[in-house]
Nanobody
Framework: QVQLVESGGGLVHPGGSLNLSCETSPSAFSLNYMGWARQAPGKDRELVAQISRGGHVRYADSVDGRFTISKDSARNTVDLQMNNLKSEDTARYYC????????WGSGVQVTVSA
């Protein structure tokens, strides 16, 4: 069973930074992909960053150049460094691992507001 626990959300001003961290069970690192998704009120959940088991990363266009995903198998964590945050980044952020199967954390709220 894969368990995921996110932390690091909060309120930040536009232009600010946050680092989200996902603590995983060790078995998560045997899956093919790890990532972060977000869901704003009234919108579909969207994948914003992913990292493969081999370390290949991909980002949604909306966050490319501002967000950085990383993983640490020694600490069993997957982090999302978010810089130059914008109001449209406001959402609940979820840690996501998949391949095979798919697992989600319960999420953390990120609010970007002046």
């Amino acid at each position: 069973q894969v368990q995921l626990v996110e932390s690091g959300g909060g309120l930040v001003h536009p232009g600010g930074s946050l680092n989200l961290s996902c603590e995983t069970s060790p078995s998560a690192f045997s899956l093919n992909y790890m990532g972060w998704a977000r869901q704003a009120p009234g919108k579909d959940r969207e994948l914003v960053a992913q990292i493969s088991r081999g370390g290949h990363v991909r980002y949604a266009d909306s966050v490319d150049g501002r967000f950085t995903i990383s993983k640490d198998s020694a600490r069993n964590t997957v982090d999302l460094q978010m810089n130059n945050l914008k109001s449209e980044d406001t959402a609940r952020y979820y840690c996501d691992v998949w391949g095979p199967g798919q697992y989600w954390g319960s999420g953390v709220q990120v609010t970007v507001s002046a």
